[in-house]
């Protein structure tokens, strides 16, 4: 069965520099979470988009912004990276006419240097 | 073995033992709640899920149990295998198209052989 596919799975970015995650969502799910995981913590959710709308917002730094796009993919853009922001990155899809499961992808781990 | 509260502790058990993990969420609003498993460096995987509706779910050697009085879920995996070893952590959501799950303190199983 098709998963959630994100992109790309590893990526490395100076300080101050922009990156930006792609998720693609499972067929037919309308909505995508994104999530930040620090290094022995617990996922942190950072925003959400059901039918292409912002529909929750957590901890997104301000330097973060997401959309999510006619085909129901999402990208996370991040800039002027800090230190800080090195973490996996995980997005989930869900869909609002089935069972509310959440599906993870297998992330996006950055680095910043 | 059994873990308690929202800590993060490592629970230590032998192959073929019973293991129980423990959480409290957070939000009497919450009604839907699911169990991932997480190893190192992957997205969280489903395990189980359960509505406030219900008090005990089962699937194939894993069990939650909802106790809505206290807010507090528990996952009880039978046999516990070595392939079972992970971060284990419990999530909680309103159950509304696109609003957030949110995660608890995950607990780190160890199993040995």
């Known amino acids: 069965a098709a998963g959630v596919i994100q992109s790309p799975r590893h990526l490395i970015k100076e300080k101050r520099e922009t990156a930006t995650l792609k998720c693609y969502p499972i067929?037919?799910?309308?909505?995508v979470y994104w999530y930040q995981q620090g290094p022995g913590q617990d996922p942190q959710f950072l925003i959400s988009?059901?039918?292409?709308?912002?529909?929750d917002k957590g901890s997104i730094p301000d330097r973060f912004s997401a959309q999510q796009f006619s085909d129901y993919h999402s990208e996370l853009n991040m800039s002027s990276l800090e230190l800080g922001d090195s973490a996996l990155y995980f997005c989930?899809?869900?869909?609002?006419?089935?069972?509310?499961?959440?599906?993870f992808g297998s992330g996006t781990r950055l680095t910043v240097v | 073995g059994e873990s308690v509260g929202l800590h993060l502790p490592t629970l230590s058990v032998q192959e073929g033992d019973n293991s129980i993990i423990n959480c409290a969420y957070s939000?009497?609003?919450?009604?839907?709640f699911i169990w991932y498993k997480q190893e190192s460096g992957k997205g969280p995987q489903f395990i189980i899920d359960?509505?406030?509706?219900?008090d005990k779910r089962q699937g194939q050697r894993v069990t939650v149990l909802l106790n809505k009085t206290v807010k507090h879920l528990s996952l009880q995996i039978a046999a516990t295998q070595p392939g079972d070893s992970a971060v284990y952590f419990c999530?909680?959501?309103?159950?509304?198209?696109?609003?957030?799950?949110?995660f608890g303190k995950g607990t780190t199983l160890s199993v040995s052989s």
């Open positions: 989930a899809s869900s869909s609002s006419t089935g069972n509310y499961g959440y599906t």
């Open positions: 067929p037919r799910h309308d909505t």
């Open positions: 988009f059901y039918e292409k709308m912002q529909s």
């Open positions: 939000n009497s609003a919450s009604d839907y």
């Open positions: 359960i509505r406030s509706n219900m």
């Open positions: 999530a909680e959501n309103i159950n509304q198209a696109g609003t957030a799950l949110i």
